[in-house]
């Protein structure tokens, strides 16, 4: 129940407006957010404007297309780590182009919620290159063909310095006015927005939001919202993916595991910190003043050499975590990329994922100083180009193409000899900027490696690369892993396809990697999961039970319920605790208090997580819709044969080996299709299709979803 003492006035959680804009014909008009609440905000907010108002079988390209931006109701309250922002459209990498989600931190959300609104749709398409200003209620489509070709850094400087630096500028790159699939939105320099995202708003020639949110954001209970985020800063919240021990032996910590993110320690320093060096010392738990300490994500991603060019940790809106590596190398800029570099997650070490693949074809070593500089080279020219990598399967596969001679065999002689590539064995990064570029000009032959996988590996007669163990992609529709089977066996391998691109889901990893005891893991799964036997120590996995579906559907759920709250899943939730006098148990519950102390109103942990399968199961519908069958036929309810498909790899990789072994991640096809029977069922799926019933609409509330299945014949107990 809402607090009677709040003032009607004001509406405290949500803005309770929705901003429209037209980019054919200029029309801007607002609504309210009323009508989506039951979907929370962000990812749910989002998803069903889309379902509502793009229909099944849209070419992502196509001005029928629409773009949502949705922020939820802890966006920007205060609420720590709640500054992301869900972008939801069509994929434009992936079989059937299905509705996926973007997210991405930086200050754009923040903006779009401090401005006045909920979300932002853009629909229709400009016939010449715009930006759309928010300005609170000041709202513009102004010309951008000053700035368009530009890329994103070049972009970000000369809109701030037109419209002012307190705007957070969210622009594509070349990569996406040039509707390159892989392509995607970049704010606050790095914070990147991916799935095809920068090529939608290519398609509809709008370069950039630019935002500035001035009005305030009401909280119901201030007090009780700064008292909660002292609690979690003192007692609750670890480092960057939630690790609650050191990387390293401390004189205070009970545990150590050197695979934590928990990386600072006395001795490693921000070294070129303004000022002169700091110290990341040893940050204790309950100091909350130091958090921001505990996470040294340089020297993490690139090694011990980036200790030297780190500057400090930086962050999202509301962060105190700092995952952000700030970073200055000369020798980068030298090298035709950008001296200042920074980032959080794959474009800060890019070469990683190639140095394997390209086996004898370079002689640099993973996280030498050689390595560190292609990194940043890379990520550097990626980002400024607004090129997406689709969770490293970008760099992936032109390593593989180089190594194999797949480049040399489909490529025109006169482009394969414009590349220099030599670059990889003589170690010579200064001529990587020249591959990107024109991957991004999509002009070319090559340019289909930024197609996605799914297309250049048909085109280019290479399917058996999806079959390899190298390759990482997850699913022959086109995305590859994130965080699969080596994540808890079956759980991880598990919701990798029940989306629509790589899930994005760390809910699981956090608590693998969070550096506690396999015991105390253990420990932890037996009270959320129900069992311990939900919780298997890596690589000595056992065949799939009951609560490792409850795993799965907790880790499902609890991602979407983030990314519509919003808040950071790379840290969220709170599963585990560094505080030993709490047993190093977290707090579940937290979401919900924090609702009711920004909102006012009365929220359970279980009302909330059945929010987020209601916003999975909305997403499922949709995806029914648009979903081809074999014959071509657009509408299928069929999810286990035709969606949640595995390549190979994972049931073929270490072929001496049995599954369930110690010492492998193989998986067993029999035991993964009964998880997946089991995680449908968890959701009130059909079973044996994967696919929404009419009795879990009824259950979920969704009776315009369940008219609308029924018409078109998808609900198999219709």
């Known amino acids: 129940m809402a607090d009677t003492k709040l003032d009607p006035t004001k509406s405290y959680g949500w803005t309770g407006r929705i901003l429209r804009v037209n980019l054919t014909d200029g029309t801007i008009t607002t609504e309210p957010t009323e009508p989506y609440k ?6 749910g907010l989002a998803n069903k404007i889309m379902y509502d108002e793009v229909p099944a079988g849209t070419d992502p390209l196509s ?3 629409k773009i949502v931006f949705a922020v939820g109701p802890l966006t920007a309250s205060g609420v720590p780590l709640a500054g992301r922002t869900t972008i939801c459209s069509l994929s434009t990498y992936t079989k059937d182009h299905q509705i996926v989600d973007a997210h991405c931190g930086g200050m754009l959300g923040a903006g779009i919620k401090k401005a006045g609104y909920d979300a932002v749709i853009l629909e229709g398409a400009s016939d010449e290159p715009v930006y759309l200003k928010i300005d609170d209620d000041d709202v513009e489509i102004k010309s951008a063909d000053k700035v368009w070709g530009l890329g994103t850094r070049a972009t970000t400087e000369a809109l701030s310095r037109r419209e002012g630096t307190d ?31 920068g090529a939608v708003m290519g398609s509809k020639k709008i370069k950039a939001l630019v935002v500035r949110g001035t009005k305030p954001i009401y909280v119901a209970n201030p007090e009780e919202l700064a008292n909660l985020s002292d609690y979690m800063l003192r007692e609750i919240v670890g480092s960057n993916n939630n690790h609650v021990v050191p990387s390293t032996q401390q004189e205070w910590a009970e545990y150590f595991d050197k695979g934590s993110r928990w990386t600072a320690r006395d001795g490693l320093y921000w070294a070129l910190a303004e000022g002169g060096p700091i110290n990341t010392g040893e940050p204790k738990p309950g100091e909350i003043n130091t958090v ?10 690139d090694g011990p050499a980036a200790e030297q060019y780190t500057i400090k940790m930086n962050g999202c809106h509301g962060c105190p975590i700092h995952c952000y ?5 000369g020798e980068v800029a030298a090298d035709g990329g950008y001296e200042t570099t920074g980032n959080t997650c794959v474009p800060n070490f890019p070469f990683k994922y190639m140095i394997g693949i390209l086996g004898d074809n370079t002689t640099v070593k993973d996280e030498s100083e050689e390595s560190l500089i292609w990194n940043q080279v890379m990520g550097s020219t990626v980002d400024d180009l607004g090129l997406w990598c689709n969770y490293a399967q970008l760099y992936r596969d032109i390593a593989h193409c180089y190594a194999e001679g797949i480049f040399e065999r489909v490529l025109p002689e006169e482009e394969y000899n414009s590349i220099d590539w030599d670059m990889f064995i003589n170690n010579d990064p200064s001529k990587m900027p020249a591959l990107l570029t024109k991957i991004a000009q999509n002009d070319s032959e090559l340019a289909y490696v930024g197609h996605g996988t799914y297309v250049w590996t048909e085109r280019w007669d290479d399917m058996k690369w999806n079959d390899t163990t190298a390759s990482c992609m997850i699913s022959p529709r086109g995305w590859p892993v994130h965080h699969s089977q080596e994540c ?17 889901i760390h809910s699981a990893v ?3 990697g969070c550096g506690l005891p396999i015991e105390l893991k253990k420990a932890i799964g037996e009270e959320i999961f129900g069992s311990g036997d939900a919780v298997d120590p890596d690589k000595d996995y056992t065949p799939m039970n009951e609560y490792k579906a409850n795993f799965t559907w907790w880790s499902v759920v609890t991602d979407v319920l983030h990314d519509s709250l919003t808040l950071c899943n790379w840290v969220w939730p709170m599963s585990m605790s560094p505080t030993k006098e709490r047993d190093y148990r977290g707090d579940l519950d937290l979401e919900a208090k924090f609702m009711k102390a920004v909102t006012g109103e009365e929220y359970t942990t279980e009302e909330l997580y059945k929010a987020g399968a209601k916003i999975m199961t909305l997403q499922r519908a949709n995806t029914a819709r648009g979903m081809t069958d074999e014959a071509g036929n657009m509408g299928t309810n069929d999810f286990r044969n035709i969606h ?25 096809k029999e035991d993964i299709q009964k998880g997946l029977t089991m995680v449908y069922e968890c959701f009130g799926w059909d079973p044996e299709l994967g696919c929404p019933t009419a009795e879990c609409l009824d259950y979920y509330d969704m009776p315009d979803v369940k008219e609308d299945l029924t018409e078109l014949g998808l609900l198999p107990d219709a």
Request: negative net charge; charged residues 25%.
């Open 38 to 43: 039951e979907y929370i905000g962000g990812m």
């Open 292 to 301: 921001g300490y505990r996470c040294m994500k340089s020297t993490k991603d």
């Open 644 to 668: 949640d498909l595995y390549t190979e790899w994972p049931f073929t990789k270490d072929p001496d080996v049995e599954p369930f072994t110690e010492g492998t991640d193989k998986m067993d």
């Open 510 to 512: 956090n608590l693998q």
């Open 325 to 329: 590596s700030d970073m200055r190398v």
């Open 63 to 65: 001005v029928e297309n």
């Open 488 to 504: 808890f066996g079956q759980v991880g391998m598990l919701y990798n396809t029940l989306f629509n691109r790589d899930d994005m």
């Open 167 to 197: 705007f957070c500028v969210a622009t594509i790159g070349p990569a996406g006015e040039n509707l390159l699939p892989y392509s995607c939105l970049i704010n606050s320099r790095n914070h990147s927005a991916g799935a095809g995202l």
